[in-house]
């Protein structure tokens, strides 16, 4: 079974950064890809960032590229968000997910941690 936890969550004012991070555990970790997901409220999750475990290659949202990066640490089972030039629309519960070779959508999902901008 695989377990993810988010953290690096909290409130920071427009225009700020915040560095999101994923743990990843189990018995055999080896994922397709990882993302981000975001949901706001009232609003539909949908996809920020992703990376392939490989990191042969990323995708972001459009609302965030330019201004956030994704990235893994294969050693440590270890993906990351880092967010800049933080807008208050960012505001959401933000989500790390795992896609495994054999799914065919993301099969593991964190907790989730929450993100809001302040203007």
């Known amino acids: 079974q695989v377990q993810l936890v988010e953290s690096g969550g909290g409130l920071v004012q427009a225009g700020g950064s915040l560095r999101l991070s994923c743990a990843a555990s189990?018995?055999?970790?080896?994922?397709?890809?990882m993302g981000w997901f975001r949901q706001a409220p009232g609003k539909e999750r949908d996809i920020v960032a992703r990376i392939t475990w490989s990191g042969s290659s990323t995708f972001y949202g459009a609302s965030v590229k330019g201004r956030f990066t994704i990235s893994r640490d294969n050693a440590k089972n270890m993906v990351y968000l880092q967010m800049n030039s933080l807008k208050p629309e960012t505001t959401a519960v933000y989500y790390c997910?795992?896609?495994?070779?054999?799914?065919?959508?993301?099969?593991?999902w964190g907790q989730g941690t929450q993100v809001t901008v302040t203007s």
């Open positions: 189990g018995r055999t970790f080896s994922p397709y890809a």
């Open positions: 997910a795992a896609k495994t070779y054999a799914a065919v959508d993301y099969d593991y």
